[in-house]
């Protein structure tokens, strides 16, 4: 008997050492990831992005065509980041969100940055349509990021216009606030407000996130070198605690 009362001692015990651990995982202990750059680019495909501004020749282009070059200099310039490591490539993963019937479609897989399914994507794509899902987006770019074990973690967003369809980026942005604060980890917030007053932004820049305008294609290009050289591939910026997100001033036109 006394030896029975022993045995469930130490299966009492050790259940509860199974749960604290568990409890450990699921209030967020987090591991250190390994060196490298998780990144999700959110590419608004709105039916807005068929309206037109300046190129970089002065003349009047549809705003997605110029956005499908602004993108494939991104991808030469990821591309050419990645080849530049000394010792062998750089860790880089990636994917591209785009929207489709009012809702985020992942139009690349997260994974192994590519340069060429950037290329094959633009190269296909011909008709923006429908709203805009940017708080969905934001959510599901940064679930991608979130999960890998990639060290640096960051949400590029390109977009012309507001969230129409579904929950505020705002208030997505807070709850995941709560998610990094429980993991221990830290997301990079950037966007890109293409045509539309980066004013109406706000919300996320309070937040922390880097908020920058751009009128035409010239400023376009100009805004993306910026972000990616000062926030993405060269990580100046510093961690602000558990809120994910960085300030940098820009072009509230």
């Given at each position: 008997m006394r030896l029975s009362m022993e045995v469930w001692s130490l299966a009492r015990l050790f259940g509860a050492l199974v749960a604290f651990a568990l409890a450990g995982f699921a209030g967020g202990t987090s591991v250190p990831g390994r060196e490298?750059?998780?990144?999700?680019?959110?590419?608004?495909?709105?039916?807005?992005m068929k309206d037109s501004v300046q190129d970089k020749d002065g003349n009047q282009s549809p705003k997605y065509v110029i956005a499908k070059r602004a993108l494939e200099s991104v991808a030469d310039r990821l591309d050419a980041f990645v080849k530049s490591g000394e010792g062998g490539k750089r860790e880089l993963a990636m994917c591209l969100i785009t929207f489709q019937n009012g809702r985020p479609q992942e139009q690349i897989r997260f994974g192994l940055f590519d340069a060429a399914h950037i290329r094959k994507w633009a190269a296909g794509f011909k008709l923006p349509s429908g709203g805009t899902p940017l708080g969905e987006s934001i959510r599901l770019a940064s679930r991608r990021v979130m999960n890998s074990p990639l060290s640096r973690k960051h949400v590029l967003v390109i977009t012309d216009g507001i969230n129409s369809v579904g929950p505020e980026p705002v208030a997505v942005l807070l709850a995941l606030k709560r998610q990094m604060e429980d993991l221990n980890t830290f997301v990079g917030y950037h966007f890109i407000a293409f045509?539309?007053?980066?004013?109406?932004?706000?919300?996320?820049?309070?937040l922390g996130a880097t908020v920058v305008g751009a009128a035409d294609e010239r400023q376009l290009g100009e805004q993306l070198n910026s972000i990616l050289k000062e926030k993405i591939l060269l990580e100046e910026e510093e961690p602000q605690g558990a809120a994910g997100v960085k300030e940098k001033d820009g072009n509230n036109r």
């Open positions: 490298g750059i998780a990144l999700a680019i959110v590419f608004d495909t709105s039916g807005s045509d539309v007053n980066a004013a109406l932004f706000s919300g996320v820049k309070k």
